[in-house]
């Protein structure tokens, strides 16, 4: 399993980008989370196996129809946070 994290950049939030990722991430079979960011990107920490995250690499390339991809960073999670699941982390 590996630890994914990725900063999606573009016209990202507003969008429905957090929802669109939540649905295809359950249908690949990842766990992990999506978050808007005060920056205006998004962030989407991922568990998967190297075919889940190609799946989801070429997706969050592209995003849902309304979102404009400008630019991912992929890199190594190295937070502590296990995840059970997949969600969405809205703010209080």
């Known amino acids: 399993m590996q ?3 990725f900063l999606i950049y573009g016209i990202v939030q507003g969008v429905g980008f957090r929802y ?3 649905r295809k991430a359950k249908e690949i079979g ?4 999506v978050r808007n960011l005060h920056d ?3 962030e989407a920490i991922i ?3 190297e075919q889940q995250l190609s799946v ?5 390339a592209q995003g849902p129809a309304h979102a404009k991809v400008d630019k991912v960073i992929e ?3 190295l937070g502590e946070q296990d ?4 969600y969405v982390h809205h703010y209080r």
Request: charged residues 20%; proline residues 0%; hydrophobic residues 35%.
């Open 3 to 5: 630890k994914r994290q």
């Open 20 to 22: 669109f990722t939540w």
């Open 30 to 33: 990842l766990k992990g989370m």
């Open 40 to 42: 205006g990107s998004v």
């Open 47 to 49: 568990y998967g196996n």
């Open 56 to 60: 989801f690499r070429t997706w969050i």
């Open 75 to 77: 890199q190594t999670y």
């Open 83 to 86: 995840f059970t699941d997949f």
